[in-house]
């Protein structure tokens, strides 16, 4: 099994020395030794270590550390802090994010190893949640992503170069409403100010542009984080549906304008059983052509059916 690699940020070089001395023999491997927080990001960067075992003195730079140009894009490496029992103070600061505890000096052998294998047990578990994480997010259908609160993209899932066309960086290098449709930008950002002040977006509906200059139907749902500035957001592409939902619409409102044209005939018709003439509501008599033609959009044209002509057309007449 490989040896952990574990850093050390102390200010106090023989005390370092000394700590790097333990550790060799307790068979962690000692990727160097940094004075400061930048120096220790320097550090880091060319030697990722497991583990840093950081003097409570210096907690003030772990945060400029961690955010340091040498840090950016890496994982988090967690931290243990080595505070003193005298200095109560010290303990304030040690709940950072990327703490997994403290080790109070002077600190046996054993309280050293397990305060650090406690520490890397609980990052290793939170480092398999955040894989589990990071595999739902790549391999979902929908569109996900992180937008922050000044309205760009943070992070995407594939689905969105899928759907779209453009890549991730592309999406990421412009504010997120030049994508949006020009129709739906005032009430898309709209949206956006109710959810940054602690609203939600549920089932919001607007146009994304694509690649190819066409635009594609996006469903939303999105939740503000406050503390982090950011906006947590699923979309569903739902242009198949809108477009057959319009179909749908568009023969629905045709079949209600021909129904409003077409006059309809009701109830029984009085029709008389000699000259078959019908009889109106005002009790007067029309031929049926009259009547249908005044009731109804129906147009006629006069011809002569097989039967009346064997029995009605004289025979001269019938070539």
Not at 47 to 65: E, N, Q, S, T, Y
Not at 169 to 176: A, G, R
């Amino acid at each position: 099994m490989a040896k952990r690699k574990i850093q050390i940020v102390d200010d106090e070089m023989d005390v370092a020395r000394d700590l790097e001395q333990l550790l060799t023999g307790l068979g962690y491997e000692v990727t160097g030794i940094a004075s400061s927080g930048s120096e220790a990001a320097a550090l880091a960067a060319r030697v990722p270590p497991d583990l840093i075992l950081i003097a409570a003195a210096l907690r003030g730079d772990f945060d400029k550390m961690a955010s340091a140009d040498g840090m950016r894009g890496r994982p988090k490496i967690p931290s243990v802090f080595m505070i003193t029992d005298t200095d109560e103070e010290s303990l304030d600061g040690t709940d950072s994010p990327h703490s997994y505890g403290y080790v109070v000096r002077p600190f046996t052998e054993r309280e050293l190893r397990a305060g650090i294998d406690l520490a890397l047990c609980k990052h290793d578990a939170a480092a398999a949640v955040h894989q589990l994480e990071d595999r739902f997010f790549t391999d979902s259908i929908d569109l996900l992503c992180f937008l922050d609160f000044n309205g760009h993209f943070k992070r995407l899932n594939p689905a969105w170069e899928r759907t779209l066309g453009f890549t991730r960086q592309e999406l990421m290098s412009k504010p997120f409403i030049e994508f949006v449709h020009p129709d739906d930008r005032e009430r898309t950002l709209d949206q956006n100010r109710r959810v940054r002040g602690g609203g939600q977006a549920l089932a919001f509906e607007n146009r994304y542009l694509c690649k190819d200059g066409s635009y594609r139907w996006f469903r939303w749902n999105a939740s503000p984080d406050s503390a982090e500035k950011v906006i947590y957001s699923v979309a569903r592409d739902v242009t198949e549906s809108k477009q057959a939902e319009e179909e749908r619409e568009r023969l629905v409102s045709e079949l209600r304008a021909a129904l409003a044209e077409v006059k309809t005939l009701r109830e029984i018709l009085p029709i008389c059983s000699y000259c078959k003439k019908i009889r109106d509501d005002n009790n007067y008599w029309h031929t049926v052509e009259t009547y249908l033609s005044k009731h109804s959009l129906a147009k006629f044209s006069h011809g002569i059916c097989p039967s009346c002509m064997a029995t009605q057309v004289p025979p001269q007449f019938r070539e």
